[in-house]
């Protein structure tokens, strides 16, 4: 199924629930992504009533496990939504919401429903319950009136406001006050003209786009992180073997191979994890024997023992096995037999040492470059080395930030035949 989000012109509004995002349609019918990580799943249809599909609906939140609708007369409804099942719509009591002509942007923050006006002015609504308290202005700074102020959605007490250029913005919002205005570092954020949507999802922003590719980032207190593609339209199918724990935390691994992978379109998709740590068979194979330097295809008798461990893995998965050691000593070997694709990982791997191998496996050489002037007996003396790369032949021990791809080594894991529609 198409992990694409938001792309039909029927849709009306996005917005998010725990780790689902939600899409509402003119029709009424509303679909959710499960965001896991850095990666969105499939749309799944949510079962139950319709919803926010009157022409008079204007603006859409929601709260807790509420999703609120605002019309253009101020009535205000809602819907309960209890996991993939959404609620028969009630309408709210008390006071009306949102109705003027300049209201611009409606969030939540909290129990408070944030109404923002054209002119920056800020009136808030506490929810009780079904209840809409009556309306306050808040005090302090005003908000996202410049005419570039594109989208504002909330991250826990934060305003943020997405600008036309990319800037974002933020303000605290404590109590009854808006705190002064705030430039976040880092990422700049929605700033292309086919960007559509924005919503955050715990502490991930996310951007979606016409074609329904989505990107996202994590915001850190005032600071944006790297901007990922949370949707990618190929994938490789991974399968996790863990004969021995690695130091760093095969998540960590997996978080980071998913984080410079996604930036080829390619998502990383756990097929199986399976625990052979307690396993009282094949124990020499914790410290495998391989042939110095992981020529493609050259395989020792305990390398063939080891990927003939293969339950769940399919002809063009691959597989990383996680030993305790190599002799000679490496943190990865990317030699496989040619029936099975995978790379071994051992304990002294660093968070890239995974993306790395699977690199190889999918097809990628070590970068040109480095190693210039080593003599055969050392080969990865290394005296010019590029840490910026993930094919770096001068150990991801090394890299600093997120390694790159290179165009042609995106071309070739994309062609790869173990990379396939998501
Ligand atoms: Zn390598």
Same mark, same amino acid.
């Given at each position: 199924?198409?992990?694409?989000?938001?792309?039909?012109?029927?849709?009306?509004?996005?917005?998010?629930?725990?780790?689902?995002?939600?899409?509402?349609?003119?029709?009424?019918?509303?679909?959710?992504?499960?965001?896991?990580?850095?990666?969105?799943?499939?749309?799944?249809?949510?079962?139950?009533?319709?919803?926010?599909?009157?022409?008079? !609906?204007? /603006? #859409?939140?929601?709260?807790?496990?509420? @999703? =609120? +609708?605002?019309? $253009?007369? &101020? %009535?205000?409804? *809602?819907?309960?939504?209890?996991?993939?099942?959404?609620?028969?719509?009630?309408?709210?009591?008390?006071?009306?919401?949102?109705?003027?002509?300049?209201?611009?942007?409606?969030?939540?923050?909290?129990?408070?429903?944030?109404?923002?006006?054209?002119?920056?002015?800020?009136?808030?609504?506490?929810?009780?319950?079904?209840?809409?308290?009556?309306?306050?202005?808040?005090?302090?700074?005003?908000?996202?009136?410049?005419?570039? !102020?594109? /989208? #504002?959605?909330?991250?826990?007490?934060? @305003? =943020? +406001?997405?600008? $036309?250029? &990319? %800037?974002?913005? *933020?303000?605290?919002?404590?109590?009854?006050?808006?705190?002064?205005?705030?430039?976040?570092?880092?990422?700049?954020?929605?700033?292309?003209?086919?960007?559509?949507?924005?919503?955050?999802?715990?502490?991930?922003?996310?951007?979606?786009?016409?074609?329904?590719?989505?990107?996202?980032?994590?915001?850190?207190?005032?600071?944006?992180?790297?901007?990922?593609?949370?949707?990618?339209?190929?994938?490789?199918?991974?399968?996790?073997?863990?004969?021995?724990?690695?130091?760093?935390?095969?998540?960590?691994?997996?978080?980071?191979?998913? %984080?410079?992978? *996604?930036?080829?379109?390619?998502?990383?998709?756990?097929?199986?994890?399976?625990?052979?740590?307690?396993?009282?068979?094949?124990?020499?194979?914790?410290?495998?024997?391989?042939?110095?330097?992981?020529?493609?295809?050259?395989?020792?008798?305990?390398?063939?023992?080891?990927?003939?461990?293969?339950?769940?893995?399919?002809?063009?998965?691959?597989?990383?096995?996680?030993?305790?050691?190599?002799?000679?000593?490496?943190?990865?070997?990317?030699?496989?037999?040619?029936?099975?694709?995978?790379?071994?990982?051992?304990?002294?791997?660093?968070?890239?040492?995974?993306?790395?191998?699977?690199?190889?496996?999918?097809?990628?050489?070590?970068?040109?470059?480095?190693?210039?002037?080593?003599?055969?007996?050392?080969?990865?003396?290394?005296?010019?080395?590029?840490?910026?790369?993930?094919?770096?032949?001068?150990?991801?021990?090394?890299?600093?930030?997120?390694?790159?791809?290179?165009?042609?080594?995106?071309?070739?894991?994309?062609?790869?035949?173990?990379?396939?529609?998501?």
């Amino acid at each position: 199924m198409s992990n694409r989000i938001a792309f039909n012109p029927q849709d009306r509004f996005v917005v998010s629930i725990g780790n689902t995002l939600i899409v509402t349609t003119r029709t009424g019918d509303t679909f959710g992504h499960d965001i896991t990580g850095h990666t969105a799943d499939g749309a799944f249809h949510f079962t139950g009533a319709k919803a926010a599909f009157n022409t008079v !609906d204007r /603006f #859409v939140t929601t709260m807790g496990t509420k @999703l =609120i +609708v605002t019309t $253009q007369n &101020g %009535d205000v409804f *809602g819907h309960e939504m209890a996991g993939r099942d959404i609620g028969v719509p009630f309408k709210f009591a008390g006071s009306k919401a949102a109705f003027n002509a300049v209201d611009r942007f409606v969030v939540t923050v909290g129990n408070t429903l944030i109404v923002i006006t054209q002119n920056g002015d800020v009136f808030g609504h506490d929810v009780s319950g079904h209840t809409i308290g009556v309306p306050f202005k808040f005090d302090g700074s005003k908000a996202a009136f410049n005419a570039v !102020d594109r /989208f #504002v959605v909330t991250i826990g007490n934060k @305003l =943020i +406001v997405t600008t $036309q250029n &990319g %800037d974002v913005f *933020g303000h605290d919002v404590s109590g009854r006050t808006i705190g002064p205005p705030f430039k976040f570092t880092g990422s700049r954020m929605a700033f292309n003209p086919e960007d559509r949507f924005v919503v955050t999802v715990g502490n991930t922003m996310i951007v979606t786009t016409q074609s329904g590719a989505a990107f996202g980032a994590d915001v850190t207190g005032r600071d944006i992180g790297p901007i990922f593609r949370l949707n990618p339209d190929l994938s490789i199918r991974l399968h996790l073997k863990v004969w021995t724990n690695p130091t760093i935390p095969i998540q960590t691994m997996i978080t980071r191979m998913q %984080d410079v992978y *996604g930036t080829a379109g390619i998502g990383v998709v756990v097929a199986s994890r399976q625990d052979l740590t307690g396993a009282n068979i094949h124990t020499a194979l914790r410290d495998l024997d391989v042939v110095p330097t992981c020529p493609a295809g050259q395989l020792t008798g305990e390398q063939i023992q080891l990927f003939n461990n293969r339950d769940n893995v399919g002809e063009f998965d691959v597989v990383a096995h996680f030993v305790r050691s190599t002799s000679p000593v490496l943190n990865g070997c990317a030699s496989h037999p040619d029936n099975v694709f995978g790379a071994a990982i051992t304990q002294i791997a660093s968070v890239w040492t995974m993306a790395h191998e699977i690199g190889h496996v999918l097809g990628l050489r070590h970068i040109a470059g480095e190693n210039t002037n080593c003599p055969s007996s050392i080969p990865n003396c290394c005296s010019t080395p590029n840490f910026s790369r993930l094919m770096t032949g001068c150990s991801t021990s090394n890299i600093v930030g997120t390694p790159v791809f290179a165009q042609s080594e995106i071309d070739t894991i994309r062609s790869s035949s173990r990379t396939r529609p998501s």
